[in-house]
């Protein structure tokens, strides 16, 4: 395994598009922190004594005290990256998710954190990578036409918590990508190739590409290779939007 001096923190990597990036971010031997409501969850996964790089706080995403814990790479210096991949659970009876501020909340807080711990005396800015969704786009539709019934009425809720999540975080000043991928559909990594739209926030389309679905494990090891390993440059303060399904069928196949 090769090593890494290079720390990175994690909110909501216990499963989905976020284990998929801690999971590829660890096999490179970088340092990871995450943040876990429920550790056993994750270190049942990621066992501790396989994976010594790997620190598990248990805490709450929406606790500043916990999420400054998982902040600092070593006392004073603040980590090189952070991917949030928080979301809530979709409640279908109405349409809806559990906690419909969760990712406005998370924002929020993590910034706090951040601000707290410079006024402290920590150095550093770290590359803040969060997931979105796709359907939020202020420069045209970038979702196929079949989809714009679920998106713009059935997940209107949660849509509407990861737009202001989006927007404090690009007003903040802190470095940023933030990834959108489509509908995710699968917990099976595959080995389709992503296909990848950039959006810059403030002027608009510098390429797309649409499509209807992506698996959460694909999703994130887009994340963990092009953001956190590879660190391509053309992503930063950029909105980049995930697929690899361009077909309906294949689409309607996954549902």
Same mark, same amino acid.
């Given at each position: ?7 990175? =923190? ?33 270190? *049942? ?17 929406? &606790?500043?005290? =916990? ?5 600092? *790479? ?16 979709? /409640? ?5 998710? &559990?906690? +419909? ?49 679920? $998106?713009? $009425? ?6 509407? &918590? ?18 959108? +991928? ?19 926030? !403030? ?8 499509? $209807?679905? /992506?698996?959460?494990? &694909?999703?994130?090891?887009?994340? =963990? ?5 590879? !660190? ?24």
């Amino acid at each position: 395994m090769a090593t890494s001096t290079e720390t990175v =923190a994690f909110f909501g990597a216990s499963g989905g598009v976020g284990l998929a990036a801690l999971q590829r971010t660890l096999a490179t031997g970088r340092q990871c922190v995450a943040l876990c409501r429920n550790p056993a969850k994750l270190t *049942a996964i990621l066992p501790p004594e396989s994976n010594p790089n790997l620190k598990v706080i248990k805490g709450n995403a929406h &606790d500043v005290t =916990a999420v400054a814990t998982c902040l600092l *790479a070593r006392p004073g210096v603040l980590v090189d990256q952070v991917v949030s991949t928080i979301g809530g659970a979709f /409640i279908a009876s109405k349409m809806t998710i &559990d906690d +419909p501020e969760v990712c406005r909340k998370g924002m929020a807080i993590l910034l706090d954190a951040l601000t707290n711990l410079r006024r402290d005396g920590a150095v550093g800015k770290p590359q803040i990578i969060v997931c979105s969704t796709t359907g939020l786009s202020r420069f045209g539709r970038d979702i196929p036409v079949a989809m714009i019934p679920l $998106y713009h $009425y059935g997940l209107k809720v949660p849509h509407e &918590d990861k737009v202001i999540m989006e927007d404090r975080l690009v007003s903040s000043g802190e470095h940023f990508t933030i990834v959108r +991928p489509s509908l995710m559909v699968s917990d099976k990594e595959t080995t389709k190739e992503v296909s990848v739209g950039i959006e810059d926030p !403030k002027t608009g389309r510098e390429s797309t590409a649409i499509g $209807y679905t /992506i698996s959460k494990p &694909d999703a994130g090891r887009w994340i =963990a290779e092009n953001l956190v390993l590879k !660190k391509q440059t053309r992503y930063n303060q950029k909105i980049a939007s995930e697929y690899f399904h361009p077909r309906l069928l294949e689409a309607i196949l996954d549902l």
